[in-house]
């Protein structure tokens, strides 16, 4: 079974920083896409950034320059970095891996929980 954990969300002023974290932990042979999805209230979730096997990334044009999507492949974890946050950012934030089991399965969606990101301004 495999399970996904957010860490990171929380309360920063406009123009402030936070790191997203995602560690994924179970039966795991490859995880072929990572990503993260928000959801603000009353808005449709929405992806915010994905990277795949060989590090190409993907970003919504809202957070080009201002966020990056990283992963760590020896840990099963990705992570975002976000930075100059807006008040238009602020969402719950979920991580969303298309994962592998094994070589005998095809590939399926797993998602976090979801974190919380707040910015004052």
């Known amino acids: 079974q495999v399970q996904l954990v957010e860490s990171g969300g929380g309360l920063v002023q406009a123009g402030g920083s936070l790191r997203l974290s995602c560690a994924a932990s179970g039966s795991i042979f490859s995880i072929p896409t990572m990503g993260w999805y928000r959801r603000a209230p009353g808005k449709q979730r929405e992806l915010v950034a994905r990277?795949?096997?060989?590090?190409?990334?993907n970003y919504a044009d809202s957070v080009k320059g201002r966020f990056t999507i990283s992963r760590d492949n020896a840990k099963n974890t990705v992570y975002l970095q976000m930075n100059s946050l807006k008040p238009e950012d602020p969402a719950v934030y979920y991580c969303?891996?298309?994962?592998?089991?094994?070589?005998?399965?095809?590939?399926?969606?797993?998602w976090g929980q979801g974190t919380q990101v707040t910015v004052s301004s």
């Open positions: 990277v795949m096997i060989g590090d190409s990334t």
């Open positions: 969303n891996e298309i994962m592998r089991s094994s070589r005998f399965d095809t590939a399926r969606d797993y």
